[in-house]
């Protein structure tokens, strides 16, 4: 499907739920965390939420900061994300603020897949979904959200008839595939915990480490700067290596799976993030990265950059892809790799 990016956002209580039973609404947050949640809206082209949550919350949706709604202006953008709900029985208030409050676009949808394709062809690339229960489970157990901002706060409301943040479902993180934890941040006396969920996401994370571990490298005019992460099924990273590391001919790959035993049973199921292409010829050493990857039995590579030909011309993904390794570029990375070695690209 194509889709835009998708950002779940929400504030629960320590127990997990969004609400209480009353019908006042329950503050789970503070002025801090409401303005990195406005800081978040103004970087989206739309803000979705379901009809229970209009009802129920009545939310403006809109961008309270006024220095962030004339930056998107002098972007050429509208001063605030376009509004989005879901609703099946079309019974919406029209005098709620969802309608009333701000001048951009209101859009009402009664089939998800129906509101991400037409959001997609409208051009909007960046979504962000702020609840309630129903639309983030529907996200979550169909697998369409990339990112979500979780901000706990620092008590129980302990009543089943509150509202959760998801309902029962089949959820594909689990013990064996957990998400990956990119930030935990105190925001004052609630916890921000933000959460990597698809794999393009995951990707991108993890290779910019690479990227960033590549900054190590001692400079060398013969050699690139490669950084190197390999991260386990469970999203826990095992080894990490860069070139020159432990030596001026040592690269990035050889450096990292150097540190553990050939043996090691995560490497059958693990990842190695490369920052460039494995190498697939080299005189300083018997063995090419290329094939210590195959020798190591790692199933899976992603790199951001093609290895220039500066030194050799390298089929390294090649190589893999024809050993039965899948093997992902990141061409959006690439330039990050390109400034560690300007001197040599």
């Known amino acids: 499907m194509n889709r835009p990016f998708v950002l779940l956002s929400a504030a629960m209580s320590i127990d997990g739920y969004l609400d209480d039973a009353t019908d006042e ?7 801090d965390d409401w303005d990195r949640v406005d800081e978040v809206r103004a970087g989206c082209d739309a803000i979705l939420v379901g009809a229970n949550t209009i009802r129920r919350d009545n ?14 202006v002098a972007a050429g953008l509208p ?31 009664g089939d998800l897949d129906e509101a991400l394709a037409d959001l997609a062809r409208r051009g909007v690339a960046r979504l962000m979904v702020e609840g309630g229960s129903t639309v983030h489970t529907e996200f ?20 089943s008839d509150a509202p959760r943040f998801v309902r029962d479902g089949r959820f594909p993180w689990t013990p064996a595939r957990p998400a990956t934890l990119a930030q935990v941040r105190a925001i ?40 190197a992460v390999v991260v386990d099924a469970r999203g826990e990273v095992i080894t990490t290596g860069y070139s020159r590391e432990t030596d ?41 990265c290329t094939q210590l990857i195959l020798d190591a039995g790692i199933p899976r590579v992603v790199f951001a950059l093609r290895e220039p030909p500066t030194f050799v011309d ?23 790799v390109r400034q560690v070695n300007d001197a040599l690209t």
Do not use: M
Not at 218 to 227: C, I, L, N, R, Y
């Open 25 to 31: 609404r329950l503050v789970l947050s503070n002025a």
């Open 248 to 288: 001026d001919r040592v690269h990035a790959e050889e450096a990292a799976l150097a540190k553990l035993d050939p043996a090691d049973p995560r490497l059958a199921t693990a990842t190695l993030y490369s920052s460039l292409e494995p190498c697939s010829r080299r005189a300083s050493r018997p063995r090419t």
């Open 188 to 227: 004052g006396n609630v916890v921000l915990h933000r959460y990597l969920l698809s794999q393009s996401e995951v990707d991108r994370h993890w290779l910019t480490a690479a990227v960033e571990l590549s900054r190590n490298c001692p400079p060398s005019s013969t050699a690139f700067a490669v950084g």
């Open 79 to 109: 001063a605030d994300p376009i509004k989005v709900t879901l609703t099946r029985s079309g019974d919406l208030d029209p005098e709620a603020a969802f309608f009333t409050v701000g001048d951009g676009l209101k859009l009402v949808y």
């Open 314 to 336: 390298g089929q390294g993904a090649e190589l893999l892809t024809e050993a039965g390794v899948t093997v992902t570029e990141r061409p959006d990375l690439g330039d990050a």
């Open 59 to 72: 939310p403006r949706l809109v961008i309270r900061s006024q220095r962030r709604r004339a930056r998107r």
């Open 140 to 159: 979550l157990t169909r697998d369409l959200a990339d990112e979500l901002h979780l901000v706990v706060a620092p008590f129980f409301v302990g009543d």
